[in-house]
């Protein structure tokens, strides 16, 4: 019904933005791999799907159409709803999710809040003919796990936080980067800044 919204960010939250579309603010939820990229003020065009409920209609935001594409089909294996379905995309790519269903990893669907281990096995199950072949080449390489540092930088500005709080909470999360190895989720990281910048309110 609603295929994409475009206008002017008009506010941020660690879950949703507010985009500006002929003068209504839309408010869109997002995972934190998307709201990194957004900033307050500046124009975006965001691929959406809304999800209907008999007391809600929500507007879940994504990057592209493939991220919108891969979190409607993860609906249609049972159990998933859009929350779940979310939480996949925050803690992995796209891409990420169709090579841990073709190569059956059933680690990398348990790393997402609310999937145990039977819950994986089914997704795998389930999945395995519905998302299709990763699309890139796995991630590689120093200037993604260097690159991690600017984009949550950016993303902790772009929610509104001052340049020294942003330093503070990327120093704060640098250890989990590390242990995570040569590709840290952007998305996760800015979740674990979020609550060290909470705290220290």
């Given at each position: ?35 990194s990229g957004l900033r307050m003020g500046q124009q975006t ?69 609310g999937i145990g281990k039977k819950g994986a096995q089914k ?71 979020l609550q060290t910048l909470n705290r220290a309110r």
């Open positions: 019904m609603i295929a994409f919204v475009s206008g002017p960010v008009a506010a941020l939250a660690p879950d949703s933005a507010v985009v500006e579309v002929g003068g209504i603010g839309i408010a869109v939820q997002c995972s934190p791999n998307t709201l065009k965001l691929a959406t799907s809304l999800v209907v409920r008999e007391d809600s209609l929500t507007l879940y935001g994504f990057v592209d159409d493939d991220e919108k594409q891969v979190f409607e089909l993860l609906q249609t294996a049972s159990g998933v709803g859009p929350r779940l379905a979310q939480a996949m995309l925050a803690v992995h790519s796209p891409d990420a999710l169709r090579r841990a269903v073709a190569t059956g990893d059933e680690k990398a669907l348990i790393a997402v809040p997704l795998l199950l389930e999945l395995k003919d519905r998302l299709g072949e990763p699309i890139g080449a796995p991630a590689i390489g120093a200037s993604v796990s260097q690159g991690w540092r600017d984009q949550l930088h950016a993303a902790l500005i772009g929610l509104g936080y001052a340049t020294r709080e942003a330093e503070e909470a990327v120093t704060a999360v640098t250890p989990q980067a590390e242990a995570a190895g040569g590709t840290p989720q952007v998305g996760q990281l800015l979740k674990a800044a």
